[in-house]
């Protein structure tokens, strides 16, 4: 039982690349999220989903796509990196929406 | 809009002296609150949460939060600080209840001096 994997752990990306941060549990959560954490912000919500086939925006959406085929996994994209963009990126799970939500161990990404 | 703040960035308490952190919080509907503790280059952990019921609710580490309606707060409360309890602390709305869709304050970072 691995819990929330985020893979990669670090990742630098020149501007305008595109890439994917990987999310997978192995609870059988229904419920991902996707947060970025910024200094003297705390973290904030970029997408969610609900199950699989379900995905919606939050608070920070512009930027990213998200899409759910399986209830594993829960991928981040960017696709066309900016260095606004720099930041790190926190994966959540939980298995209804009054269970508690596991974290990741998070993405530290830096676009130059 | 909804929101959460936690107006002290920084706080410095000594090696068994009490400790509360401050938040306060803005939301039309019934909040579900968090309290959730990061340790440096890790994820969240949750030590506590309210939805409903009893106000003063107990958590992990020794933690206490008093969820106070009237002054639409939830402090986080510890009798006795530990070394290990320096981390970056926060608080946490669930906007459309429970933990699908968190809105987080900007964290307090906590120093304990031995």
């Known amino acids: 039982n691995a819990g929330v994997t985020q893979t990669p752990k670090f990742q630098v990306l020149k501007t305008g690349q595109s890439m994917t941060l990987q999310c997978a549990q192995d609870m059988n959560h229904e419920y991902m999220s996707w947060y970025r954490q910024d200094p003297g912000m705390g973290l904030r919500l970029i997408h969610y989903?609900?199950?699989?086939?379900?995905?919606d925006q939050g608070e920070v959406p512009n930027g990213y796509n998200v899409s759910r085929s399986t209830t594993e996994d829960f991928p981040l994209r960017l696709l066309s990196a900016a260095p606004s963009q720099t930041s790190v990126y926190f994966c959540?799970?939980?298995?209804?929406?009054?269970?508690?939500?596991?974290f990741g161990q998070g993405t530290r990404l830096t676009v130059v | 809009a909804q929101s959460v703040t936690q107006p002290d960035i920084h706080i410095t308490v000594s090696e068994g002296a009490s400790l509360e952190l401050r938040c306060n919080y803005s939301y039309g509907a019934t909040p579900y609150l968090f309290w959730y503790v990061q340790s440096p280059g890790q994820g969240l952990q949750l030590l506590l949460k309210?939805?409903?019921?009893?106000?003063l609710v107990q958590g992990i580490k020794g933690f206490e939060a008093e969820f106070k309606r009237s002054q639409s707060s939830f402090n986080l409360r510890k009798p006795s600080v530990h070394w290990s309890d320096a981390a970056e602390y926060f608080c946490?709305?669930?906007?459309?209840?429970?933990?699908?869709?968190?809105?987080f304050g900007a964290g307090t970072r906590l120093a304990v001096h031995p």
């Open positions: 309210y939805f409903s019921g009893d106000t």
């Open positions: 959540a799970s939980s298995y209804d929406r009054d269970d508690e939500a596991f």
């Open positions: 989903s609900v199950g699989a086939g379900i995905t």
């Open positions: 946490a709305v669930g906007l459309s209840g429970g933990y699908n869709k968190l809105i």
